[in-house]
């Protein structure tokens, strides 16, 4: 293997035709370098002292300066060298074999160098080389009768005439040859350059393929009618954790998990069986929640119209789910604000109307008018908690930037709370118990709180029962301080404690008097606790009353 790249290595600044010139000397050299080393011996072991010289001094002088040259990048001295320089060491020895009369016939090792002259050479050169290579030989048969003092007889002349014949032949012939393997690489090496260049497109098309296929924001693969995948793209590296390189040949029941697996069987069967399989899939993960994907297995057909391939697409829509959950939550809520403007914030307005036509009409005693004026006033109280929530959540659906912060005493804004329900706290005669102390004063957004502790009493009040009580205590938990509401009244029952955490718009219940509501004071309370950083948890038994409590980062506490 070391051989044959010593052989075949030259320099990349040739052109082809060229590169292959000076490849063929090398193999010629070495070819050289062996056979004169054998003679060497040969010569050696027959007592042929000077013929055993002369080889050696061929490799010395020739064969290993012709190696130096071509590994240094001199090709036409390289070439010249060997040429001449064999040539010249042939003509020697032949001419040493002259003098003793020993006939070892060297002239037939001259003619064959002849014939590399056409491979090494291009044009006058060329014809140069064949002229010393052709007197050479002249010359050497002429030595055969001058060195014994004999004529030149007629068999030399005609001896010169089929040197000349058969030089005539070689460097015609190898011309012809030489010229049609000159078109020949030319042609090979101008399809190896299309070859090239078409290898280097694919490359790049690959790349671009692989980076477009890669970057879909959708797991993307081609399977074959055995179901190996052929293709896929790094949504299956990422999603199963298995290189790409080790999916592409395996069957995709090797690839994808067993549930999964079980799911898509029969699809693909479907699919090798000719017919497009739309899917819409659920996969649970291990935290609980639920991944939703879309897909379709689509059919290939080959030219006998069977099925060669399938390819598949799956799509994540997880996001386009709980968007769409979100938009039926909140066409659910618009529905019910409508509801709510439409009845129950009219109905107050219409008792109003009805009570004042009334009293305008002389229609209504003493009596009955501050009894009517009682209920009114309470109707209006609820009105205006119910507008001031509508408000408050309509502010926070559309993320609107709360006030700056402000230190409020915590026990006041409670009294002040407590104030707007005096008349239900006096009808139900449910004692507030305000636990909290003055002291207690936080540097928070005070509308958000004001909103929030307001409605966690109206709903204690709304559902506690007669004669009951409710307490608003405030304690410090690790980094926070925590403010809970707690009543005595029927409870929350497990379902709607779910529907509670869920921050879900719910039904109004009616409450232990009647009272009627909007069902959005506690999903509003949860709005308004995210956007400030707070949380709420809730505890409750059906009718062991219920606790709400609101966990505030500690860092805004104030102590007086």
Not at 38 to 67: D, T
Not at 74 to 102: C, E, K, W
Not at 119 to 126: D, N, P, Q, S, V
Not at 226 to 239: M, P, Q, S, T
Request: charged share 20%.
């Amino acid at each position: 293997m070391g051989l044959s790249r010593f052989l075949i290595n030259v320099h990349d600044d040739l052109s082809g035709l060229e590169r292959r010139k000076f490849v063929v000397l090398k193999k010629v050299n070495f070819v050289a370098i062996v056979v004169a080393l054998a003679l060497m011996c040969i010569n050696g072991f027959s007592g042929l002292v000077l013929q055993s010289l002369a080889c050696l001094l061929a490799i010395l002088l020739i064969f290993l300066p012709v190696i130096l040259l071509l590994n240094r990048g001199r090709y036409h001295f390289a070439a010249s060298l060997f040429t001449f320089g064999l040539l010249a060491m042939l003509s020697g020895v032949a001419y040493s074999n002259i003098l003793i009369d020993r006939k070892t016939h060297l002239e037939v090792i001259i003619i064959g160098l002849s014939v590399i002259a056409p491979i090494l050479y291009e044009g006058w050169w060329r014809r140069c080389v064949f002229a010393c290579i052709f007197l050479a030989l002249c010359g050497l048969e002429a030595l055969k009768y001058i060195s014994h003092d004999i004529p030149l007889p007629s068999d030399y002349w005609f001896a010169l005439l089929n040197y000349c014949v058969a030089f005539l032949l070689i460097y015609f012939f190898s011309a012809v040859f030489r010229d049609e393997l000159a078109r020949s690489i030319e042609e090979a090496d101008r399809l190896n350059e299309k070859l090239t260049s078409s290898e280097e497109q694919l490359k790049k098309s690959k790349l671009m393929m692989d980076s477009l296929l890669n970057n879909l924001p959708l797991f993307l693969a081609m399977l074959d009618r055995k179901g190996n995948y052929l293709i896929v793209n790094k949504k299956y590296e990422d999603a199963f954790g298995i290189p790409i390189q080790e999916i592409i040949g395996h069957h995709y029941r090797d690839v994808l998990p067993d549930e999964i697996v079980a799911f898509h069987d029969p699809l693909i069967e479907k699919c090798l069986a000719g017919t497009p399989q739309d899917f819409y899939q659920n996969i649970s993960q291990e935290n609980g929640a639920f991944t939703h994907s879309y897909g379709k297995y689509f059919p290939i057909f080959g030219e006998d119209n069977q099925v060669e391939y399938v390819t598949v697409f799956v799509t994540d829509v997880t996001e386009l789910k709980e968007a769409e959950h979100k938009l039926r939550e909140l066409n659910r809520t618009k529905d019910k604000l409508f509801s709510i403007i439409a009845h129950d914030l009219m109905s107050p307005i219409d008792t109003l109307k009805n009570t004042l036509y009334l009293q305008d009409h002389g229609e209504l005693s003493q009596e009955e008018m501050k009894r009517y004026t009682q209920s009114v006033r309470e109707n209006l109280s609820g009105l205006s908690h119910m507008l001031d929530n509508l408000l408050s959540w309509a502010k926070a659906q559309f993320h609107g930037a709360p006030s700056h912060k402000s230190a409020v005493c915590l026990h006041q804004l409670i009294e002040e709370s407590a104030g707007l329900f005096k008349e239900i706290l006096r009808k139900k005669q449910i004692l507030l118990r305000n636990e909290v102390s003055p002291d207690v004063i936080l540097q928070v957004h005070e509308n958000d709180l004001r909103v929030i502790i307001r409605n966690l009493l109206n709903n204690a009040l709304k559902f506690n029962r007669e004669g009951g009580s409710i307490y608003v205590s405030v304690q410090t938990e690790s980094e926070s301080i925590v403010c809970t509401v707690r009543d005595e009244g029927v409870g929350i029952s497990e379902s709607r404690l779910e529907q509670i955490r869920g921050r879900v718009v719910m039904d109004s219940e009616m409450g232990t008097s009647g009272e009627k509501g909007t069902g959005i004071g506690l999903s509003l309370c949860s709005e308004l606790a995210t956007r400030n950083g707070w949380g709420i948890r809730v505890s409750s038994k059906k009718g062991e009353g219920a606790a709400f409590t609101v966990v505030m980062p500690v860092n805004g506490l104030i102590l007086r």
